[in-house]
């Protein structure tokens, strides 16, 4: 396998070196011709007239001018719902192999389609992850070493004419061939639908892997580890795995978890950041120096970009029709923006739903920097989630917490507005200190949260629980493993009905 691994890492360097990095703004012009070009005689395209667009002196223009933003809701009951149905046409041409399903975190189940031309998007984007390992000066026999990607059931849900699953589900059972041998938990683990049961097999086979690098998101590899540590009684992770090198949280912010997660390990992991959704591969940390991701501008997706401010969004967190959207060409860097795309597999003009940091606009890196909708704003207060994080942070820190996952909501309560977070932690602190810290931190950082503080926003709570607690909610309402993510932010309603299930639990 060492001289496996040699082969395998000068073939990426030299692969990588020839092919190089495109000019963002050239690339994403020539992506979105493309895109209009192919689904131009679909029912879609010839609504908004595609072939006229392609003809227009200026594409991108006569694109945002014709064609409106949508986000799931919309593309759902306007198009989408169609292919379920069994059309072809609707929105990029053929019919439909696979479904998405994605229950995100604040909605029921949204079924996105994937197309073949998506399918093979995604594997370019893979490649394109591979060929950026050569940035990271990774010993040669890591490239021997097997990869362990924990995502959801690779067993899809079988319908008339289509497949179901999550998005990881789809991809991990279309690996290529050469991929297979460093692929685990293998097909057979992959297949389970059980999360328990899909750990517990997991922390059987672990003596019999090699692994060099873990994929999935940060909370379920966490719990994945531990019971691969408890089950094989070892002190780190690296007793049973010592050639683990790195780990690609896929697009999770990794603050949160850091604390707890490096218990696990007897030494530092390369985090190497991947953005994989449901609605297609966006980005991948090409660069050591940086933690920021590079948007793949030239592999099917073209993306468009309206400012995070309050002017820009309804309370609904959708984009305003008056609403100013720039392309790659146009943001600006250390500027936060709703991320909008247009895919080979029909999104158009599409809200994948999260906000995003430029970081380098050159490059056209950027960090995921929160949900639309879990932008709290209820009166005035204007958190994203990047700043609560930042917040999170700072207060492991001054509570000497492991804090594994947060909610949090303004309700309405006697009248008055009142903040509240629920924090799951490794033990249980004082929870009027705990609220203290963070009113002032956010205070100190936020001048809206600030002047909420003296208008409207009359209280701020906390309730600190174990961490367990929040993973049984999710257990029992969402599920555990796969693409479910925990909420951070929630509606009053949803908070109540949360709060309530939390307190339940003995």
């Known amino acids: 396998m060492a001289v ?61 001018d014709s064609v409106p933003v949508h986000d799931y809701d919309k593309m759902y009951t306007d198009w989408w719902h169609y292919l379920l149905e069994g059309h072809q046409n609707v929105t990029w041409p053929g019919g439909q ?41 990774l010993p040669a026999d890591f490239f ?96 049973i795995w010592p050639n683990l090198q790195v780990y690609t949280p896929g697009g999770v912010a990794y603050e949160p978890y850091k604390k707890s997660f490096e218990k696990l390990l007897a030494r530092p992991l390369i985090f190497i950041d991947t953005y994989l959704a449901s609605e297609g591969y966006i980005a991948t940390q090409k660069r050591p120096e940086t933690t920021a991701m590079a948007l793949i501008t030239d592999n099917g997706i073209f993306f468009e970009f309206v400012p995070f401010t309050p002017e820009n969004l309804d309370e609904e967190g959708r984009v305003k029709t008056e609403a100013k959207v720039l392309t790659i060409g146009e943001v600006e860097e250390g500027q936060e923006y709703v991320l909008l795309i247009s895919t080979v597999s029909g999104a158009w003009r599409y809200m994948i739903g999260d906000t995003v940091l430029i970081t380098d606009k050159q490059r056209a890196e950027i960090k995921i920097s929160g949900r639309t909708k879990h932008y709290l704003n209820v009166v005035g207060e204007q958190l994203s989630v990047h700043q609560m994080n930042a917040a999170i942070e700072q207060l492991e820190s001054e509570f000497d917490l492991e804090v594994q996952e947060y909610v949090v909501a303004t309700v309405l309560r006697d009248e008055d507005y009142v903040t509240q977070w629920i924090i799951g932690a490794d033990k249980v602190v004082d929870p ?46 969402k599920k555990l493993g796969g693409q479910a993510k925990i909420p951070r932010v929630m509606k009053e309603e949803d908070f109540l009905e949360f709060e309530k299930y939390i307190r339940s639990l003995v």
């Open 4 to 64: 496996l691994g040699e082969f395998i890492k000068k073939a990426i360097d030299v692969y990588g070196f020839i092919s190089g990095t495109p000019d963002p703004a050239k690339a994403q012009h020539e992506t979105l011709r493309a895109l209009l070009t192919k689904a131009r005689l679909t029912a879609f395209g010839k609504k908004y007239n595609f072939t006229q667009l392609l003809s227009s002196g200026n594409i991108v223009q006569a694109f945002q």
């Open 97 to 137: 192999k696979y479904f998405a399903l994605s229950s995100g975190t604040t909605s029921h189940s949204k079924y996105i389609p994937v197309t073949d031309d998506m399918v093979e998007s995604i594997r370019k984007a893979a490649v394109q992850q591979v060929l950026s390992l050569k940035n990271f000066d």
């Open 144 to 239: 021997g070493k097997q990869i362990l990607m924990l995502g959801s059931s690779t067993d899809l849900i079988e319908k008339d004419d289509h497949s179901e699953g999550e998005i990881s589900g789809i991809s991990a059972s279309n690996i290529p061939v050469w991929f297979r041998g460093y692929y685990k938990p293998g097909a057979e683990i992959a297949a389970l639908r059980d999360w328990d049961e899909k750990v517990k097999r997991i922390a059987e086979e672990a003596p019999n892997w090699d692994i060099g690098g873990l994929s999935g998101i940060p909370s379920w590899i966490e719990m994945m580890l531990k019971e691969v540590i408890s089950h094989n009684k070892l002190n780190t992770i690296h007793d």
């Open 432 to 477: 009027t200190s705990v609220a203290q810290f963070l009113d002032n931190y956010l205070s100190e950082n936020n001048k809206n949260y600030k002047v909420a503080r003296t208008k409207a926003l009359k209280k701020v709570e906390a309730e600190v629980v174990h961490f367990d607690k929040i993973y049984r909610w999710s257990q029992e309402f």
